[in-house]
């Protein structure tokens, strides 16, 4: 209740009293004394608006550099009464006259290296830029809202309307002369060349905290803004480039708009990739064909660019066009960009006077190619955002001075020269959204030829910002306006280049097509035809970049019902996944020839032992057919894919996918590729960790039931692992279902009489898991099914006998690792064995 009370508190003589006696104790010698009173005190100013201006002169006074009597502790107090405590500081209030005196005092006060001081300054500026808000400048009551006032309450005469407009009008226009005053007083102090260094940032600082968008910025700042572009201190040049770009996005011209009607889409010409997915969708043409890549529709003529409609944001006709759809009008409907200096605006001719001149620019470009800390350093948006804007504004007027600069350095082995022609190319490519078809060829000419050089000029410490580069370039673009940078993104690797530079070009498709989305469709089929060959590719890096290229390429082939309109012509994974298992065909084969080789038939029991060590010797010695040398990198590729699917895809585990769970389930232990073996685990454990949904839950239990009968152990016991997994992650999911939890448990029960031991422990393992989560309920026909079993004796020959031997000895092998503790606990033999082991090599026999 006080705080909604204080709009009654009255300001009397005894507050005003009690606020200058608290302003003196506030500047105290002692400490103490200092910190209470600046609490009461900020207290007072938050309790009475408008009270701060009592306080404003003495304040102001202490700052001076005239005053050689002030003391350390009433300098610092003053500053520390000041800054306040976090929002509620007087440096932020919105009283322009109090601004208009306070801030320039703040720059001209005097300077102090004790450190206190220091602290303070470089926290008044912290505050500054962390809590100010754009104030008002002119508050204008609509119409409307005086009408419906005067619905409440009867109106006042008309002239007390007049005078209350009129009032009105001269309160605006005060502000916005103090708003003036305030930046030319800031501008002029900067330009005395009398400040401390910490002092002259602060005004820099300042100004640029000043620019609106609602009034231009006062045409001395601008000029000043513009020559600290090239100043020699890094910290003032960051300031001026962030204020040079927020006065180009201030002097951006509206371009028009009109609204545009349906668009036929069965009159489109199609290219033939296009027309394939069109007729692989089942020849309906989706709504959204319009606005996507179309190559037989290139605006690469006047006549053709003329007949286009260019929509760049991306989200805009994927589900349908909104009403009004407005689009831009015409290029001879829209405000020119060639312009004399006539014609321009004082601000807008500084600007282009600076960048006209060939030695600022160069001067610039020498700043903004220095390092500032090795290793650190990015892509920096701020000087994107100012090159955007001075392409945006002047069309094409800088475009032969900066070409000079990113040709020459976009190819540098120095990487600040190459991220500093980064910034420039982005700003250009971003700025020329507006440029009509003359312009556009002239763009094309120049950064056609650059890209292609740089791209073979990358480097480690640059790729980043080569990414981040074309994904800048290529965000809420129309990619038919810009359908020769996209095409040059798609163009395939030289097989001459290295494995960095193959991998480079496929980090930089990935930054560039990714933000495109649906709307290129046609290259990103073309895209994956062309990376089929290169899947088994000899180096690692470049699968690794394919496995992450698959992942963008199959983002969109989501199965949601009010998606399938909308994404009809996104490339589909099943029609790769059967070119993939095609491929895979030797690895399966050769895991049988090994399997047949080591069987006990035709070795004896220590042969067959070491068997499959041996197949694996002779395999490194270099035994290992191309074919499978092929099949087991295109593997490898398949399990990047898998991998950057589960952490970015919104489908991680579609059921296509666990096609390829058989041979991941035999390569996860093969021994002679160790990091294909890493490889498969990871993948097997990134799918059973997935949320599935009911398709891919059938998949996946159906290719487990697969692979339970596959006639290697290593398979069963990894598919084993995998379907606890998948019970473990989806376990509500599953158990929802009767016909899953019948057939995980069919599963289980099948492995748990596996003839192999670790098959066995793997699967009760499971079946504990199972039962501990109550997937599984232990009844009375499951305790009966497991003590048949036990009871059971089965004949197995011993291991290592040769075909056509007339005796064979026979042991009670028991089915299960608790059948074989159920019948060892009721055998009382003085020492223990395997249930498999011969009787011959016993000390005692079972019973």
């Known amino acids: 209740m006080r705080v909604l009370s204080h709009y009654k508190s009255l300001f009397t003589d005894v507050h005003r009293n009690l606020m200058l006696d608290l302003s003196r104790l506030a500047t105290s010698h002692y400490s103490e004394v200092r910190i209470q009173a600046q609490e009461a005190l900020g207290n007072c100013v938050h309790s009475f608006s408008g009270s701060h201006g009592l306080l404003l002169e003495g304040l102001t006074q202490l700052l001076t550099p005239e005053r050689a009597d002030v003391t350390h502790e009433q300098f610092k107090g003053a500053l520390y009464t000041l800054l306040g405590k976090k929002q509620r500081t007087m440096l932020v209030l919105c009283d322009w006259p109090f601004l208009g005196q306070l801030w320039p005092a703040l720059v001209g006060a005097r300077h102090s290296e004790k450190p206190s001081i220091i602290w303070l300054l470089e926290h008044i500026l912290e505050t500054l830029q962390k809590h100010l808000e754009t104030m008002q400048l002119a508050l204008k009551v609509p119409a409307s809202c005086v009408e419906l006032a005067g619905r409440l309450m009867p109106a006042a005469n008309p002239e007390e309307m007049a005078a209350a407009m009129e009032a009105e009008q001269q309160i605006n226009s005060a502000s916005l002369k103090e708003y003036e005053r305030l930046v030319c007083k800031l501008v002029t102090q900067v330009e005395s060349g009398s400040l401390h260094w910490r002092h002259y940032h602060m005004a820099l600082v300042m100004v640029k905290l000043l620019i609106r968008t609602d009034v231009p910025l006062p045409t001395p700042a601008v000029h000043m803004l513009v020559h600290h572009l090239v100043h020699d201190t890094l910290n003032v040049r960051k300031v001026a480039i962030l204020g040079v770009g927020t006065v180009l996005k201030q002097l951006k011209r509206e371009h028009i708009k009109q609204e545009l009607t349906e668009i036929d889409q069965e009159s489109l010409e199609l290219s033939p990739t296009l027309a394939a ?17 179309n190559s037989a529709r290139r605006p690469d003529t006047r006549e053709q660019w003329q007949k286009q409609h260019f929509v760049h944001k991306t989200h805009i006709g994927f589900y349908r066009l909104p009403k009004p759809f407005m689009i831009y009008a015409p290029d001879e409907q829209q405000p020119s960009l060639d312009r004399t200096v006539e014609e321009m605006s004082p601000s807008e001719a500084a600007i282009y006077e600076a960048f006209s001149s060939e030695t600022f620019v160069e001067q610039l470009a020498k700043y903004l190619s220095l390092e500032e800390r090795k290793g650190h350093d990015r892509f920096d948006a701020k000087r994107f955002y100012m090159f955007k804007g001075l392409f945006r504004n002047y069309g094409t007027a800088f475009l032969p001075l900066f070409e000079k600069l990113f040709l020459s350095k976009i190819s540098s082995n120095q990487e600040s020269n190459q991220r500093c022609a980064l910034e420039v190319l982005a700003g250009i490519m971003r700025g ?46 129309d990619p038919n306006k810009y359908h020769w940078f996209f095409e040059l993104l798609a163009e395939p690797a030289k097989i001459e280049e290295g494995s960095f530079l193959q991998s480079s070009r496929l980090y930089v498709q990935l930054g560039g097509l990714a933000q495109q989305e649906w709307r290129v469709c046609e290259l990103l089929e073309e895209l994956l035809e062309g990376l089929k060959p290169r899947l088994p590719h000899s180096y690692q890096n470049v699968r690794d970049k394919i496995g992450g290229l698959l992942c963008n390429i199959f983002l969109y082939d989501v199965q949601l019902p009010m998606f399938q309109d909308s994404l009809t012509l996104v490339p589909r994974r099943p029609r790769f996944i059967d070119f993939v298992m095609s491929h895979l065909t030797p690895l399966l084969e050769a895991a049988s020839d090994q399997q047949s080789d080591a069987s006990p038939a035709n070795a004896s029991s220590a042969n067959a032992t070491n068997n499959h060590k041996n197949d694996n010797k002779a395999l490194q010695n270099g035994s290992v057919t191309p074919e499978r040398k092929a099949a087991s990198r295109l593997l ?44 498969c685990a990871v993948a097997l454990a990134l799918l059973g960790n997935a949320l599935l949904p009911p398709e891919s839950i059938r998949a996946a239990l159906a290719t487990v039931g697969e692979v339970v009968q596959s006639p290697h152990w290593h398979s069963r016991a990894a598919s084993c692992n995998l379907l606890q997994f998948l019970v473990f992650t989806n376990l509500f999911t599953m158990q929802s279902c009767q016909e899953w939890r019948d057939t995980v448990v069919g599963h289980t029960l099948a492995l748990l009489k596996d003839e192999r031991l670790e098959v066995r422990e793997t699967a009760g393992e499971t079946l504990g898991g199972l039962l501990h989560c109550e997937f599984l309920k232990v009844t009375e026909e499951l305790l009966a099914v497991f003590k048949a079993q036990c009871m059971h004796k089965k004949r197995k020959k011993r291991a290592g006998v040769a075909p056509g031997r007339r005796w064979s000895p026979v042991t009670s092998s028991y089915g299960t690792r608790a059948s074989w503790a159920f019948a060892h606990a009721s055998t009382r033999t003085p020492t223990t064995c395997r249930p498999s082991c011969p009787k011959s090599l016993c000390s005692s026999e079972t019973t």
């Not at 997915?277 to 606005?291: D, F, M, S």
């Not at 991680?652 to 294909?676: G, H, W």
């Open 277 to 293: 997915l069109v007729e692989r969708a089942g020849g309906k043409r989706p709504a959204n064909l319009w606005l996507q890549y």
């Open 636 to 679: 490898q590729t398949v399990c990047k894919w898998i991998l950057a699917s589960v952490s970015q895809s919104p489908s991680a585990a579609p059921p296509e996918i666990f096609r390829v769970v058989p041979v991941l389930c035999q390569m996860q232990s093969d021994q002679t590729d160790e990091e294909l073996q890493k490889d």
């Open 432 to 477: 020329s959204k507006h440029w009509v078809f003359d312009k556009m060829q002239a763009l094309r000419a120049v950064a056609e030829p650059a890209i292609r050089q740089g791209m073979t000029a990358i480097m480690p410490e640059t790729l980043p910002d080569w990414g981040t580069c074309m994904a800048t370039i290529s965000e809420s673009r």
